[in-house]
């Protein structure tokens, strides 16, 4: 079911396959585009101060001289790969945290829980602040504050479906049949949960590459000469009245990196209620009938 649905929301549509176009031509160029170009992404060109875009800088240079098609490749590089990695974290620690606090119940489930709240109720900024003054400026608190804050929402969603899944009758059976609560979690509780985890794990990613870019633009996150694309937005931020094309560029992949994957998640999210939704209103034709 997950396989189709998964299918169905990346290709059942015209924009489904345009949004999947998008992110693969997006992904593609970050990984061969500064292939194809002959600068580095930390090289000057002295004669090419803020210039416009041309056959030698496609995206123009910054306010240094940095060719910005590559610096914005690496961009997009660095901040796909936090939200890739942020959001793994966070299916991998709030997928087991939500199933064990939900089948076990009791006072388990209330500590786990709120210990979720208490990490909820700390401020992302200041999360941020307090590793980068523990920890000092590294690429890799990223992974750590993101992971650390996204998996939360994960763990309460899973909590909700292992409160319903663990009062149907094929919970019941394994119990019977002397199956273990790690044997239960594992066997049935996880592949039931992860088709609504998926989905807002696709819904994450978008929401994380917000996050790291709000956190370089605050000057918290990547430093110089690495960048991402919060840092060439606040650069750009700077520029936008002499070199506007500084901001347009990153700000425009950045938009459109956002917009796809939301979209696609969404999709994702109604392919996944098709079933639910189908049996509803058998249920309630039936019920008319009669």
């Given at each position: 079911?997950?396989?189709?649905?998964?299918?169905?929301?990346?290709?059942?549509?015209?924009?489904?396959?345009?949004?999947?176009?998008?992110?693969?031509?997006?992904?593609?160029?970050?990984?061969?585009?500064?292939?194809?170009?002959?600068?580095?992404?930390?090289?000057?060109?002295?004669?090419?101060?803020?210039?416009?875009?041309?056959?030698?800088?496609?995206?123009?240079?910054?306010?240094?001289?940095?060719?910005?098609?590559?610096?914005?490749?690496?961009?997009?590089?660095?901040?796909l790969g936090i939200?890739?990695?942020?959001?793994?974290?966070?299916?991998?620690?709030?997928?087991?945290?939500?199933?064990?606090?939900?089948?076990?119940?009791?006072?388990?489930?209330?500590?786990?829980?709120?210990?979720?709240?208490?990490?909820?109720?700390?401020?992302?900024?200041?999360?941020?602040?307090?590793?980068?003054?523990?920890f000092g400026r590294?690429?890799?608190?990223?992974?750590?504050?993101?992971?650390?804050?996204?998996?939360?929402?994960?763990?309460?969603?899973?909590?909700?479906?292992?409160?319903?899944?663990?009062?149907?009758?094929?919970?019941?059976?394994?119990?019977?049949?002397?199956?273990?609560?790690?044997?239960?979690?594992?066997?049935?509780?996880?592949?039931?949960?992860?088709?609504?985890?998926?989905?807002?794990?696709?819904?994450?990613?978008?929401?994380?590459?917000?996050?790291?870019?709000?956190?370089?633009?605050?000057?918290?996150?990547?430093?110089?000469?690495?960048?991402?694309?919060?840092?060439?937005?606040?650069?750009?931020?700077?520029?936008?009245?002499?070199?506007?094309?500084?901001?347009?560029?990153?700000?425009?992949?950045?938009?459109?990196?956002?917009?796809?994957?939301?979209?696609?998640?969404?999709?994702?999210?109604?392919?996944?209620?098709?079933?639910?939704?189908?049996?509803?209103?058998?249920?309630?034709?039936?019920?008319?009938?009669?």
């Amino acid at each position: 079911m997950i396989r189709s649905a998964i299918t169905r929301a990346l290709f059942d549509t015209r924009l489904a396959r345009t949004c999947c176009l998008v992110l693969g031509v997006i992904v593609l160029l970050a990984w061969l585009g500064p292939l194809f170009s002959g600068w580095e992404f930390d090289e000057i060109d002295w004669d090419a101060i803020e210039s416009p875009p041309s056959v030698e800088h496609w995206f123009g240079t910054d306010f240094i001289g940095r060719d910005l098609f590559v610096r914005s490749m690496l961009g997009a590089r660095v901040s796909l790969g936090i939200a890739v990695v942020a959001t793994l974290v966070s299916v991998l620690v709030g997928i087991p945290w939500g199933a064990v606090a939900g089948y076990l119940g009791g006072r388990t489930d209330q500590l786990m829980m709120r210990i979720v709240d208490m990490l909820y109720a700390l401020p992302f900024v200041l999360v941020v602040i307090l590793l980068v003054v523990i920890f000092g400026r590294n690429p890799y608190l990223l992974f750590m504050a993101l992971g650390a804050i996204f998996w939360l929402d994960i763990a309460r969603i899973v909590r909700g479906q292992t409160l319903r899944l663990r009062a149907q009758p094929f919970i019941g059976a394994a119990r019977l049949l002397g199956v273990s609560t790690a044997g239960i979690v594992r066997r049935h509780i996880v592949p039931n949960v992860f088709g609504p985890a998926l989905v807002y794990a696709t819904l994450t990613i978008p929401g994380v590459i917000l996050a790291e870019s709000f956190i370089s633009f605050l000057g918290l996150g990547i430093q110089e000469p690495d960048t991402s694309w919060g840092v060439l937005i606040a650069d750009g931020t700077q520029s936008m009245e002499s070199a506007p094309w500084t901001l347009i560029f990153p700000g425009a992949m950045l938009a459109m990196t956002i917009w796809c994957t939301n979209m696609l998640g969404d999709r994702l999210r109604d392919q996944m209620e098709v079933g639910a939704g189908y049996t509803r209103s058998s249920a309630e034709r039936a019920r008319r009938r009669t």
